[in-house]
């Protein structure tokens, strides 16, 4: 298991990114593998998923904040050697996970058909919508508390199991896709239907998974007795760290569900080729996110171990993997996103929707990763207000005007120039704003020369 207080701190976070972005790559699976195999049942039924997709990310959005949260409080508290703050925040987060689940995705499926009509579905796609959403609502609970136990385990140190557990769950994701899509091997044809009950069942697998690995981990040893935890002194204490970071994680699937309105103000073709490239994009930022993940259990341990010199060695880690990562996709998808695309549907406007898409907002990439690990640098250090407000000004300041006066002059292609200049907008806010954070911390980055850094690893490629 990585020691998170005494291994190299660059060897610790590749060593938690690995594992993090394989599991963050089988958890988008789930909707890119969908959108492969739904692509191929038609145009409509891809603009159903895409739609649907909406609703489904606000809801996996509300509850990995919370996760965040949680897993801070563990984090911290496995550094401070307290073993009952650890399992009493894991087991009192979990049952709030899931008894939430339920009551949002019950509240959501009767409301989702008006919901839809207001997002500017056409009425001949919701009765799509509404096969795909019935079995998706029903199962996520089990997402979402998979997900909750899964940054758990990453925040006591284990890092890669739980990685190994949402992979394994994409194969089987995977598998039923194609059985219960088309019908194949004696299974029925299910249709869109189909996809969502291979979700699901592989939600089950991984509920399965993560339940062996807290009983393997003996996370919750229950070294308290059951009859006096303070469920509401704890609960105070999750909502204290979790509902800004909740609030950070709903920002963007709310932020997607306008986008998707003003695209669909265009073409609904187009908003089937905005849920692709949404795909094809959270599969090209695994690395990024699967570094900005790994900071904040890393820094909320070190922080809690008072390790303030390790903290900036991962915020620092966290700036080059941006930097480097976001020019190797922005070269990368402008060089083959077209024949990318064409794997996911055959239509043309679609592919060619999805091409301008990466063209205008790839070179963005850099800075957005900027965005996000100056956010997870706050959820680390329990600054969780401050990674809420660069959330809300790159979304509502930034986002929301630039990509509707893009919409008003330029249609489609300006909507993505909009979210692209707001990337770029964001990341340089956030950098900004996490330099004076440095000042108040009297942290030494506040006169780090990091151009510096930039440079000796240049020249450490050519020079040895």
Known sequence: ?????????????????????????????????????????????????????VLYFIIVGLFMGLAVGVST????????????AKEQYALVGLLMCFILTVGVASVVYYFSNSIFFMLGAPQEILPLIDQYMLPLLSGIPLLTTGIMAGSILRSTGNVVMPEVTMALAGVVNLIFDYLLIFGEFGFPEYGISGAAYATVLS?????????????????????????????????QQIMKVGLPTTLTQMVAPV???????????????????????????????????????????????????????????????????????GIALAVGLYLFIAPLASLFSEDTTIIDYTTSYFQLVGVSY????????????????????????????????????????????????????????????????????????YKEMDSDLQNAEIWQDYKSDIQGLFYR
Do not use: C
């Not at 993560?210 to 509401?232: A, E």
């Open 203 to 235: 939600w089950f697998f991984m509920s399965i998974g993560m339940f062996v690995l807290f009983v393997g981990d003996r996370v919750m040893k229950f070294s308290y007795s059951i009859s006096t935890l303070p469920v509401q002194h704890l609960m």
């Open 1 to 53: 298991m990585t020691d998170i207080l005494k291994d190299k701190t660059s060897n610790v976070l590749l060593k938690m990114s690995f594992p993090i972005s394989i599991g963050m790559l089988s958890t988008f699976l789930f909707q890119v593998i969908d959108t492969y195999f739904v692509g191929k049942l038609g145009g409509e039924a891809l603009a159903a998923l895409s739609f649907s997709s």
């Open 255 to 325: 932020t997607q569900m306008y986008l998707t309105y003003i695209i669909a103000s265009h073409s609904a073709l187009a908003v089937g080729a905005f849920g692709v490239s949404s795909r094809i994009e959270m599969l090209m930022l695994i690395g990024i996110l699967g570094v900005g993940t790994a900071l904040t259990p890393f820094i909320a341990q070190n922080l809690g171990a008072k390790q303030n010199k390790r903290i900036d060695e991962a915020i620092v880690f966290g700036g080059k993997t941006s930097t480097y990562l």
């Open 73 to 84: 409080l563990v984090g911290k508290a496995v550094g401070a050697k307290n073993e009952i």
């Open 366 to 437: 850099v800075f957005y990763g900027f965005f996000i690990m100056t956010s997870s640098t706050f959820n680390g250090l329990q600054m969780t207000k401050d990674s809420l407000k660069i959330m809300l000004i790159k979304s509502f300041v930034m986002t929301v005007p630039l990509t509707l006066i893009g919409s008003y002059f330029f249609a489609i292609e300006g909507i993505f120039i909009g979210l692209s200049i707001s990337n770029i907008l964001g990341g340089i806010y956030a950098s900004i704003f996490m330099r004076k954070k």
